[in-house]
């Protein structure tokens, strides 16, 4: 008995260790934790008493000219400027993208002809997407200007038109559906353009498939931040728990949500991260 004890005890004593031993070794190129106080390594030591010993001036910073004008970032992939539908395709099958073109540079869900999705695949990215709601309104709750924007093609940042509209708060206008509600309601009324500015964070997987980093999301709504780099916990499915398939790059995915929702969309690109 005593060695069943004994080997039980130095078991966990190994397993403790070894667990210590990770912590620290993530840490060391960035901090290390005095006391209970975190000391970050660059700053210790004498510190200087000249301003040119805290001054550096490579790596060189890329330039990139910045959005104006109706302009994009000059480093931007456009993934959708209304003069085609070249870039996407239907989920479901691979198939030509059957939504409306719109002669004002916008396209429309064209009801239940199914989700689309770009051809290019990405990871961390910083997304700009214009959408809108219809002008006249029909139905309530989930069924009035519902659409999604999927990051990975797995992700749901829920469109929805909310203006006087009541539904579940998890799944209202810029909440990461059923998952993270949104800390404002920012919509303009209905039939106006929305800008959503998303950075999206992709989780990491080891070898086995396990998830060892979540993904995040940040969220600014017509320019209102309404996700602060939330964690995501898995896919945003309607019905049941988040999953955690492994997973690389994917596609960034449009819903057709079936009801005749009519969500417009426009000016979409993508800077990677």
């Known amino acids: 008995m005593k060695k069943i004890v004994t080997l039980i005890l130095l078991s966990t004593l190994v397993a403790t ?90 396209m429309t869900v064209k009801d239940k002809t199914g989700n689309i999705q770009t051809k290019q695949n990405f990871g961390d990215i910083q997304l700009h997407i214009e959408w809108a709601s219809p002008a006249e309104v029909q139905r309530e709750g989930q069924n009035r200007g519902n659409s999604g924007v999927f990051l990975n093609g797995i992700y749901e940042v829920q469109v929805l038109d909310q203006n006087d509209n009541d539904t579940y708060v998890n799944g209202q206008v810029g909440s990461i559906y059923k998952q993270h509600v949104p800390l404002a309601m920012a919509s303009l009324p209905s039939g106006e353009w929305n800008t959503y500015d998303i950075i999206y964070h992709s989780p990491e997987f080891n070898a086995d498939g396990g998830k060892i980093k979540s993904g995040t999301i940040t969220l600014i709504h017509n320019g209102i931040l309404v996700q602060d780099h939330v964690e995501l ?18 596609p960034l995915m449009l819903q057709d949500h079936g009801d005749n929702s009519r969500v417009s969309f426009r000016n979409i690109w993508v800077r990677e991260l």
Not at 69 to 82: E, H, R, T, Y
Not at 240 to 249: E, F
């Open 17 to 106: 260790s070894c667990q210590e031993k990770v912590k620290e070794e993530a840490m060391e190129h960035i901090e290390k934790v005095d006391d209970g106080v975190i000391v970050h390594e660059e700053y210790s030591g004498p510190e200087p008493t000249e301003p040119e010993a805290t001054e550096f001036y490579e790596p060189k910073v890329p330039v990139v000219r910045p959005a104006s004008n109706g302009k994009i970032p000059s480093d931007a992939i456009v993934l959708f400027d209304g003069s085609s539908l070249d870039g996407w395709v239907t989920s479901k099958d691979s198939s030509a993208v059957q939504w409306h073109l719109n002669k004002d540079g916008s």
């Open 233 to 250: 916990k898995g896919t945003t499915p309607y019905i049941g728990w988040p999953k955690n398939p492994p997973h690389g790059k994917g």
